[in-house]
């Protein structure tokens, strides 16, 4: 039997994107960003807190670092939860040594569970970033959307009623979303989405319920894919990301202001063995100038 | 199902008749960036799904996207200062979603080759009718959009059926590079007209070596330029073919282009080196040992 002639059918073949979430356009003939005091970088750091239940539906797929053995698995669920009793501690720690701000994004069961947890993160002039409301509660295509609706307004209101702060950034667990989500997310008074590897800049994405930025958070520089993924070595990792730094650094010379995307997970890099790779990328950092570290909603304010 | 293809005659690698490339060059080298376009909605095939994820798997896509947002022209910048033109492998409906990119290849007197419709519409179990739908469709498609006629074929996402071979022969085109047995072109038995394989090099192929083999940057740098340093020496006795297989969507970031540049410029500063497309190789062989080469048969020393 041959294959259906759906496969040779192709509706959204024209001179735009095969969906109406973003226009396309080339970065290197967009408007620069333009960063305060002329920056050539902005330095974004974002650090996912995550709980991972111990009984995970795994439903439609297990998210990276849900549990892998038969349950009760308590060896992936102490080894997640490291990441926010210890891990998380010492980032923030080498951040302030630093004197660098992250966007943080939270499940909101960590809150519920460990509400301290947040308290510290403001304290320490973090931006709280909401991150659905735990690494089993994906959002995905063919999902219920009432069941998507509670999952969004819960993350927010948690974050929002404890955090004192205004909380517009939105992170799917595992980057997954839904053909509704960013809908949603706008609709929820989000400015920002943070799901969308696709670019070296904020971009601005068009919803139903208006216009949303999609935040370039990077998953290709990061410790999740080049640690875990890739096994390389923390001093491969360091030289990574200091090439990227050295490349953008020298693409805004000539083209205007990017956006220096590194995301950390405290479970990765908040290992003792891990930190020292950590203190050398930020300590480098430091030692370059023209370079800005705004959070996800400065950066939003740069874009209005 | 067939146990063996048949695809083209045994040739150990010695003794083979020498090949020199154009103006006596030991190696042929082209770059061969894919330029892909994959749905975020796609239909679903029998024998293979196209994303890890349920539609929309936003992760996937985002990673592919971000190639023609912004890889692509990293990777033309890197070539362009090395003087390298590409020979694309075209998913062809970039033609109607991205022209501008066609374009700006197209402006750089690049080739383009047809990678099929979208990379996430695999061939198997077409029938041969839509089969032959793809290629005429690829065949137009580029012709409308550029003015070439596709001289090769890389099946979208390697994606073939049994009959892939002789189709894209009888229709015209003249090499594939979905056949990875050698370091040099060859002959493929086909049933009517004439094709050749041209080395791809699958396995210093950017997608292999980073997601794959999980090279760093600068391993992959190092394998680029050890790659070459043997094909080179084995050109003095009889001309090889290099080639480097890329996506913009991987090689295009930031951490990972400087290595990149870098093999190109320690490739193309080596003097017997023939930087040029895969079209022009496969002119220059059909031109020179197409003949040679299909009536000769190796001998025991």
């Known amino acids: 039997m041959p294959l259906d002639d759906l496969f040779l059918q192709y509706p959204k073949r024209g001179h735009h994107m095969d969906h109406d979430l973003y226009a396309w356009s080339n970065l290197f003939e967009r408007p620069p960003l333009q960063l305060p005091n002329g920056a050539k970088l902005a330095v974004m750091i974002t650090i996912p807190l995550e709980f991972f239940p111990l009984n995970p539906s795994g439903k439609p797929f297990k998210a990276p670092g849900s549990m892998v053995t038969p349950y009760p698995d308590f060896r992936h669920y102490t080894t997640r939860d490291y990441g926010n009793r210890v891990g998380i501690f010492r980032l923030m720690n080498v951040l302030e040594k630093y004197g660098l701000r992250a966007n943080i994004a939270i499940n909101s069961a960590l809150v519920e569970k460990y509400p301290i947890l947040l308290d510290e993160v403001v304290k320490a002039g973090h931006e709280v970033v909401a991150h659905g409301v735990d690494m089993d509660a994906l959002h995905y295509g063919g999902m219920d959307k009432e069941l998507e609706t509670k999952y969004i307004t819960e993350a927010l209101s948690v974050l929002r009623s404890r955090s004192g702060q205004a909380v517009k950034g939105w992170l799917s667990p595992a980057f997954s979303e839904s053909f509704d989500t960013p809908t949603l997310v706008a609709e929820a008074g989000c400015t920002f989405i943070c799901d969308w590897a696709n670019d070296d800049l904020p971009y601005w994405m068009k919803t139903p319920q208006g216009n949303i930025i999609a935040m370039p958070v990077s998953q290709e520089l990061s410790d999740r894919r080049i640690i875990i993924e890739y096994h390389q070595t923390e001093e491969s990792f360091v030289t990574q990301v200091l090439d990227q730094f050295e490349a953008l650094y020298e693409e805004a010379e000539t083209y205007g202001g990017r956006v220096f995307s590194l995301t950390l997970t405290p479970y990765i890099s908040g290992l003792p063995f891990r930190l020292q790779a950590i203190d050398t990328i930020l300590k480098y950092i430091s030692s370059k100038n023209d370079w800005v570290n705004p959070t996800g909603t400065e950066i939003v304010d740069l874009m209005s | ?301």
């Open chain 2, 1 to 301: 199902m067939m146990r063996d293809p048949h695809l083209y005659p045994y040739w150990p690698y010695k003794n083979r008749p020498k090949i020199r490339w154009k103006n006596g060059a030991k190696l042929a080298f082209w770059v061969a960036p894919n330029i892909e376009f994959y749905e975020l909605d796609p239909p679903k095939n029998p024998s293979r799904t196209p994303w890890a994820r349920p539609n929309p798997d936003v992760v996937g896509y985002a990673a592919r996207d971000y190639g023609n947002r912004v890889g692509h022209y990293r990777m033309m910048e890197a070539m362009d200062k090395h003087d390298v033109r590409g020979s694309v492998s075209l998913s062809v409906a970039m033609c109607q979603h991205h022209p501008e990119i066609i374009k700006a290849c197209n402006e750089r007197n690049w080739e383009f080759f047809s990678h099929g419709i979208y990379n996430t519409r695999y061939c198997y179990g077409m029938d041969e009718a839509q089969e032959r739908a793809v290629i005429e469709d690829s065949i137009r498609t580029v012709k409308e959009a550029t003015g070439q006629t596709i001289a090769g074929w890389l099946a979208p996402a390697l994606t073939h059926t049994e009959r892939t071979f002789d189709l894209i022969a009888e229709y015209g085109i003249r090499y594939t590079c979905d056949l990875f047995q050698d370091d040099q072109p060859q002959p493929i038995s086909v049933k009517k007209g004439q094709l050749i394989s041209m080395p791809y090099s699958l396995e210093v192929n950017d997608v292999i070596c980073y997601n794959s083999y999980l090279m760093s940057p600068r391993h992959y740098g190092d394998v680029l330029k050890k790659q070459f340093d043997q094909l080179y020496l084995e050109g003095e006795e009889s001309g090889t073919v290099m080639c480097i297989p890329l996506h913009a969507f991987l090689v295009g970031h930031p951490h990972r282009i400087k290595a990149f540049e870098e093999a190109l410029q320690y490739i193309t500063s080596h003097p017997d080196v023939w930087v040029t497309t895969a079209r022009e190789i496969a002119d220059y062989y059909y031109a020179h040992y197409y003949d040679t080469f299909s009536a000769w048969t190796p001998q025991p020393a």
